[in-house]
Structures are given as structure tokens and as C-alpha cells.
């Protein structure tokens, strides 16, 4: 979800000096920590795909169907389609099965009717138009010194900011039910589960990153209008 530029006003732009490096890191921590684990492969040779499978099933979920993702960590759980996409299906490195763990944990979600979840679904329409307007409208309310245009542009940005916080408790329960069942499923070892531990974390990171940005720049927001 785009966020749109921060509107550099002065010395409060330094504000986001901590959030961009923790994006940069988590971008970087992500991309490696991921490379590394797709490199080691889990000992029972268990796929991708088959250990989403193994978990839909453990929970009871027969509607889901897996498919192919296109480009690497690219997956996804549709809940409208109820469709779970994988990058790597066929493959069995640690770094896959973690990720197919993880995205199979939002479809278990979904499926138990987790409240979080819900109300992240619930508001991606109003947080998409409140990104892709918020900005706009803002900077038009400064230009014409417009209060109206100031004030909802902060509200529209402030939607786009609910959801970057909405995502961590889903992003972390989808993580910590990856764990549990693949302790569960007795497939991996302890060693392996700590890999898939590393590369769920590094991904978390990213959405933290995301939701710090997403903050300080309504902090910006909201300290610029004070100003007009």
C-alpha cells in the first residue's frame, strides 16, 4: 500500500530519519536472512506446498486451494478467493516452508474468524483511497490555506495508518501459528524451526518499519496543519 511522500517541513522531517533506517534494514534483513535459509533444505525433504496443505487439513479447511505466486516472496492468502499463492511450492528449503507456514496461518484466520484479520479486511478500501488521497489533499489545503482540505487529508492518512497497525497483531498471530504447527507436524527439527523463526521475524520487521513510517509521518501531518 503506497504511503506517499513525506511533505518536508523543516527540521520535523528528521522525524522520520529512525523509521527510513529500520525500513532499509528490515529490507535488507529480510532479503538476506531469506537467501540463506533458501539454501538449506529440510531434512524430510516436506514441500512448501505440502506443509500448507498439512495445516489446512489439521484445521479443518477444505476450501482453500494453493496456487503459484509469481516472483520470490510474493506470497499471499486471498481471503476473498480463498486462494493461498506460493512463490516455491515444490521447493523445500527452510525459507519456503516457513513463509507457505506463514501464509497458511492467515487462512487458518480467516477460517476462525480472527477479529484482527477481520477489521484489516475490512478497512484496505478506505485505507487504499485514504493513501492514494490524503496527500493530495493536504497539500491543496496548505496551497489555498483551505482547513477543510487540511483536515481531511489527515483523516484519510489516518485510515492508511490504522492499517499498518491492524497489520502487526495479524502479521505476528499468522507467524506464531506457523511455529505451533510445524512443532506440531514433527516434519522439522528444532533447528530447522529455528530458521523458519529467523525468516518470519526478518519479514516482520518490514511491516514494523512500515507501521513507525506510516506514525511519524501523521505526526508530520498533524504538526504542519497546527502550523497554518
Known amino acids: 500500500m503506497w504511503l506517499g511522500f513525506p511533505f518536508l517541513m523543516g527540521r520535523s522531517f528528521l522525524i522520520l530519519l ?3 533506517a529500520l525500513a532499509i534494514y ?4 529480510v532479503r538476506s536472512t531469506y537467501t540463506r535459509y533458501s539454501k538449506i533444505e529440510t531434512a524430510q525433504r516436506v514441500t512448501a506446498g505440502q506443509i500448507a496443505k498439512r495445516m489446512l487439513e489439521a ?16 506470497d499471499n492468502y486471498d481471503p476473498r478467493k480463498k486462494i493461498l499463492h506460493l512463490s516455491a511450492p ?17 487462512a487458518i484466520q480467516h477460517a476462525s474468524d480472527y477479529k484482527a484479520l477481520s ?10 483511497i485514504g493513501s492514494q488521497m490524503a496527500f493530495p489533499l493536504f497539500f491543496l489545503g496548505l496551497i489555498f ?3 477543510a482540505f487540511i483536515t481531511i487529508g489527515i483523516l484519510a492518512f489516518s485510515a492508511a495508518v490504522l492499517f499498518t497497525l491492524v497489520t502487526l497483531p495479524v502479521e505476528f498471530d499468522a507467524s506464531r501459528r506457523a511455529v ?3 512443532r506440531q507436524s514433527g516434519l522439522m527439527s528444532e533447528e530447522e524451526i529455528g530458521g523458519v523463526k529467523e525468516v518470519l521475524f526478518a519479514a516482520a520487521l ?5 507501521a513507525a513510517m506510516a506514525a511519524l509521518q501523521l505526526v508530520m501531518l498533524l504538526s504542519g496543519s497546527r502550523r497554518q
Do not use: F, M, W
Request: aromatic share 4%; hydrophobic share 45%; proline share 3%.
Open 18 to 20: 529512525p523509521a527510513l
Open 26 to 29: 528490515a529490507q535488507y534483513r
Open 59 to 74: 484445521n479443518g479447511i477444505t476450501d482453500v486451494s494453493i496456487g503459484e505466486a509469481k516472483g520470490q516472496l510474493a
Open 90 to 106: 515444490e521447493s523445500t528449503s527452510v525459507a519456503a516452508v516457513g513463509v507457505a507456514a506463514h501464509e497458511a496461518g492467515h
Open 119 to 128: 477489521l484489516r479486511t475490512a478497512i484496505v478500501p478506505i485505507a487504499n
Open 145 to 147: 490555506r483551505n482547513q
Open 180 to 182: 505451533a504447527s510445524l
Open 206 to 210: 518490514t511491516y514494523v518499519a512500515a
